[in-house]
């Protein structure tokens, strides 16, 4: 069964950086995909950042590029986000997700508040 645990969210004032984690369990963390989606109070889901865990190959949304860095441990089976010069839009719930076969987002960690505010 996959299992998908995020951590470290927090309150942050602008400008500020935060590192989130997912750990991940019940599949071959390598040679999968693995997603950053977020939801903003009163939005709807955005997903933000991939990285392909084999390579470390990565993919990002216009509106975080340059600001947050994916990376990952094999090793450990984790998944981090680094997040430099957060903004108040940046203040949502982040979560950890995978796509199934079919790639549809079906595989979703519980989440992590990130709070972007001075």
């Known amino acids: 069964e996959v299992h998908l645990v995020e951590s470290g969210g927090a309150l942050v004032q602008p400008g500020g950086s935060l590192r989130i984690s997912c750990v991940a369990s019940?599949?071959?963390?390598?040679?999968?995909?693995l997603h950053w989606v977020r939801q903003a109070p009163g939005k709807g889901l955005e997903w933000i950042s991939g990285?392909?865990?084999?390579?470390?190959?990565?993919m990002s949304a216009d509106s975080v590029k340059g600001r947050f860095t994916l990376s990952r441990d094999n090793t450990k089976n984790v998944m981090y986000l680094q997040m430099n010069r957060l903004k108040s839009e940046d203040t949502a719930r982040y979560y950890c997700?995978?796509?199934?076969?079919?790639?549809?987002?079906?595989?979703w960690g519980q989440g992590t508040q990130v709070t972007v505010s001075s």
């Open positions: 019940g599949f071959t963390f390598t040679n999968n995909w």
């Open positions: 990285i392909y865990t084999r390579d470390g190959d990565t």
């Open positions: 997700a995978k796509k199934d076969g079919l790639g549809t987002f079906r595989y």
